[in-house]
Each structure stands twice: as C-alpha cells, then as structure tokens.
C-alpha cells in the first residue's frame, strides 16, 4: 500500500520514493503538513536562527553562455560594469559596520589572471579591514584547482557553485554545447572546492520546463552524496533577451507552482539533510513578495541582502523584474530585518553562522 505523507513525515529517515511521494503533493494540507514538520526540522538542527550574507555583485563581465541566464556572454543588449575596487571595500565595510557575520562575492565567470589576482587582493584587503572577523564566501563560478587554492589561501572559506541541475540531459539543454559548460567540470570544481577546505555550496533551478519531480528529488540526494555544507536554490524565471526565456514562454510552469515547487525543494532538503545552511533566495521574492518569509517557513535559515553599489543594481538582471534593484543597502535590510521579526526567527548579528554539518564533519 503507498504511504500516506502524514505516515512519511512521522519517520526520521527517508527513501528516495518517500522524498518523491513528498514531492509531489498536490493539496495544502499535506502542504502545510510538510513545511510545519521542515520548520520544526530547523528548529531542532539549526535551530530558529537567520544569518545575513551582506551580497556584493562585483561585475556582470560573464565569458560564459548559459542560456537562462541574462548577462550570459552573447547578450550585447547588457551594459557591462565592475565594481571598482574602492567601490568593493566600501560595501564590505558597510556590511561589517552593520554587524552582518559575513559577506559573499559575486559575479558573471572570468578566469584570466587580472581577475584571479583582483580577487586575491580584495580578499586580502577585506580580512584586513575586518581585523579577520567577516566570514567570505565567494561564487565566482567554474575555476582550475590552482585559482580555487590561491582564493582559499588568501581568506575565502565558502563557495557557491550550483550545479542547476543533476539531470544531465536537461543540463546540456541549459547550456551551449561548446566544451566549456560541461556537467563533468562543474562536477569537478565542486570535488576541488571540497578537498581544498571550503565549506561547499551548491544549488539547482527549479519548475525548468522538462524537470520531473523525481530530477528534483535527485537533486536533493545529489546534496547528501556530494556532503554539501550549503544550498542555494531558486525558481527558474524567464529572462526576455536569452534563448531559453523565448524558446519556454509558454511552456513553463506558473509562476504559483514554481514558488511551491521552490518551497518543497527546501522543505524537503531540509528534512533530508537536517543541519546544513538552506537559504532563501532572491528568484523566490522575484516570483513571490512573501518568498523569503514563506521560505524561511519551510526550513531556510540564510538569506543574502544585497549591497552592491547602488548604480550597478540594475545591471546584475539574471532574469526579469529582479526585486529590490531600487532600494537603497538601508532599506534591503530594514525590510529583511522586518521578515525575519515577523515570523518570529531570530538574527544572528556578528555571526560567521557556519552549518553545524560542517562542524560535524570537520571534528571527525
Ligand atoms: N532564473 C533563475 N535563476 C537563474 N540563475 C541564472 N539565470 C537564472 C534565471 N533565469 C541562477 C543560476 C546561477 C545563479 C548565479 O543564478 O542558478 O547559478
Ligand atoms: Fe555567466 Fe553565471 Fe550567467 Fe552562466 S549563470 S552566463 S556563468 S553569470
């Protein structure tokens, strides 16, 4: 007899068929029965506890071509920008000021050696001016072991790298089949982060148009496989001027049943993977205004409030109608403060916030 998804969420263990019967419930209340049970989850292993990631977009300059993505290589509609350097240590004074434990450094791919020393020396600068005390996390995309080591040594401790999807059929349709976006490689860079000694992240697109509930359960399992420490995860939303936002317009999912899919996603990773760092991310607000309090809700513990400068806001435009390009840093974290308040989490100011999974495995 199949398992009701009440009997499911009374276990602590789960099979690959018990994550996709919790994948694919259809009615709100086995919905909210299985946020409450992820909420409860997170009170337990992380406890009710939000940390920031002050996040720094430092250029939109991408040698990559992914087709989601608006600021891929071949979009010449794009004005492209880097953040000065100034510009850089400025917004990461700001966060330090503000007491967020830490900050993430972004931007599209680069690999050459100008920007492989440019970051080497920010991050240097960054831990001088925070007396060592900001945790760093960088999500700079595909690089060689060496690049990888040389950040690491220079102050970087967190990576975000996602791998979009673990359905290796629906990732050669996500990007240009050129040798340079190959599942193999982005596989590799996250076995290299690992073994150099970051603390790991990575993430998919979720209601992709041709992702089954079961690529999405794999997805997850893919998380447990790989001990990733850290998961950032978001709907898929079209952007206009890229191949995949024409070519699946009618074809993709509402935007209602990507946010709940987007929900599912970190409810389930969450009772999966128990104690690892689960944020709420930005493409979930963009689909829906209460998406980062909905997804605290369903097991999310980090959220990344943006402080890149001002006039370059509106030129990081990976998908369309990003939220929050108008609002001042003030206003992004008066607002954050206010979500994490009203559900009643906790902000965890001053605080590196590293998951206790990490902990766990670095004590073994
Ligand atoms: N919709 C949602 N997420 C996107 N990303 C890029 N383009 C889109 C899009 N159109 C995500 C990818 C990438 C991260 C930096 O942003 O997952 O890894
Ligand atoms: Fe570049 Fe990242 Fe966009 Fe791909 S997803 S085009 S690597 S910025």
Redesign the pocket.
Known sequence: MNKTVEGILKQDDYTRDDLITLMKIDNQEDLNRLFKKAYEIKAKYVGRKVYYRGLIEISNKCIKN?K???IRRDNTHVERFDMTRDEVLEAAKWIYEHNYGSLALQSGERQDEEFVSYIEDLLREIKRLSNGKLGITL?LGEQSYETYKRWFDAGGHRYLL?I?TTNEKLFKKLHPQDNHHTYEVRKRCLEDLRDIGYQVGT?V?IGLPGQSEEDLVDDIIFYKNMKIDMIGM??????HETPLGQEWKEKVISEEKRVELGLKMIAITRLYLKNVNIAATT?LQGLDPKGREKGLLAGANILMPTATAQQHKNKYL??DNKPGIEDSVEQCQQSMDEKVLSIGDKIMYGEWGDSPFFKSKKSK
Request: proline share 6%; hydrophobic share 30%.
């Open positions: 992914c989601y993505c608006g999500s996602r979009e993430g697109m978001g709907p898929y939303i079209l952007h493409a990976l998908y």
